[in-house]
């Protein structure tokens, strides 16, 4: 139970690293300096990569604490903590308490980095728009589009 314990303490770390990093992904979003974006992106992507590694060595660990306890492989955490004796129960209560606060967190985040990341691109989109070119740069086949640019008059006595 130890070992399961230690796991869903890394698991925890990396959960307010993500929270950390998705913080950081919407400042640049907010601020529109998109110098760092992709940036930023990488080190989420990064974050989540190591937190699927640790999943696995979690899903080993509860299935070896599922045996111990006499209950079915692939346990949810509140099974291992309703049938886990003090003062284990406790322990994994509070990491689930944890999680659960955590995964609420990072999924407002997200959402709001998405809406964030869509105003972009209709800004930009907009912007190409008034420009007379065409917002669809890019064919399903992934060649150019092209399309004539609009005529305007500009009064260059001003």
Do not use: C
């Not at 601020?31 to 760092?36: E, Q």
């Not at 699927?52 to 899903?59: G, H, K, N, Q, Y």
């Not at 049938?83 to 406790?90: K, S």
């Not at 972009?120 to 912007?127: D, I, L």
Request: glycine content about 6%; aromatic content about 6%.
């Amino acid at each position: 139970m130890e070992k399961l314990s230690l796991i869903l303490w890394r698991e925890r770390e990396l959960l307010e690293r993500l929270s950390y990093k998705l913080e950081l992904e919407q400042l640049v979003l907010a601020s529109g300096r998109t110098r760092w974006l992709a940036h930023s992106t990488k080190e989420v992507e990064e974050v989540l990569e190591v937190l699927r590694e640790t999943e696995v060595l979690r899903a080993i660990a509860s299935d070896e604490v599922a045996e111990e306890l006499g209950l079915a492989p692939a346990p949810t955490l509140a099974e291992i903590a309703e049938a886990a004796p003090e003062p284990w129960r406790g322990i994994f209560d509070d990491h689930r308490t944890a999680f659960i606060t955590a995964t609420r967190e990072i999924a407002e985040l997200s959402e709001s980095n998405r809406g964030l990341i869509t105003a972009g691109y209709r800004s930009a989109r907009e912007t190409l728009m008034s420009l007379g070119g065409s917002a669809d740069s890019y064919s399903a086949t992934g060649t150019a589009v092209m399309d004539t640019p609009r005529r305007r008059l500009l009064d260059r006595s001003l």
